[in-house]
């Protein structure tokens, strides 16, 4: 059982920064690879950036490449997600999860959730 919960979101104006937090508690937080997501009102939950179990491999999707930087602390059992130069569409509840893989493959499933952080921006 894997226990996760975000931390960091708030309203910030376009062009500003955020730093979204996710602590783990439970089984050992460096077996799986991590992941954050989001959710905008009215569309699908979508993945926005995903670590391997020893932070060495990252993966972004286009939209936020060069924008958002994905982290992890083993020792601390934390990861993060570093936002930068945000912008409106970046808008939405941001979720962080664990892989049931140390690598993210095409079989890779996300069976752990926190509850979600709130992240707006206003234009």
């Known amino acids: 059982q894997v226990q996760l919960v975000e931390s960091g979101g708030s309203l910030v104006q376009a062009g500003g920064s955020l730093r979204l937090s996710c602590a783990a508690s439970?089984?050992?937080?460096?077996?799986?690879?991590m992941g954050w997501f989001r959710q905008a009102p009215g569309k699908e939950r979508e993945i926005v950036a995903h670590?391997?179990?020893?932070?060495?491999?990252?993966s972004y999707r286009d939209s936020v490449k060069g924008r958002f930087t994905i982290s992890r602390d083993n020792a601390k059992n934390m990861l993060y997600l570093q936002m930068n130069s945000l912008k409106p569409e970046d808008t939405a509840v941001y979720f962080c999860?664990?892989?049931?893989?140390?690598?993210?493959?095409?079989?890779?499933?996300?069976?752990?959730w926190g509850q979600g952080t709130q992240v707006t921006v206003s234009s």
């Open positions: 439970g089984r050992t937080f460096s077996s799986n690879a």
């Open positions: 670590i391997d179990a020893m932070g060495g491999i990252k």
């Open positions: 999860a664990a892989a049931n893989t140390r690598v993210v493959v095409t079989y890779t499933t996300w069976g752990y």
